[in-house]
């Protein structure tokens, strides 16, 4: 009977060497699913979330797709108008637009504003 042969396992040399590794964190998730998981979280329905959705990137896009951490009051206003003057939509329209983003920066973004 013929001897089994031994292959030496291939090792990196940090695993060899008995370092550990970090755990990998897990990246963080998109703006528009910490939008979705801050809608279910207040219980709000399927149909708001979808509004919501839809308002905050419209809001993204008006702004030529920039981060809405790094806008404030007064893009908020003018988009806002914008809504009024230019597409004319009414004022529950507005406000509802302006619920959308309020719910973006107040629970999602964590930032307290005067509006």
Known sequence: MESAKVYPLKRSPIAS???IKAP????KPKLLDQVRQAIRTLHYSPRTEETYIHWIKRFIFFHNKRHPAEMAEAEIARF????ATESRVSGSTQNQALNALLCLYHQVLGKRSAM
């Open 80 to 83: 806002l108008s914008n809504l």
């Open 24 to 27: 990998v964190m897990p990246p």
């Open 17 to 19: 060497s008995g370092a």
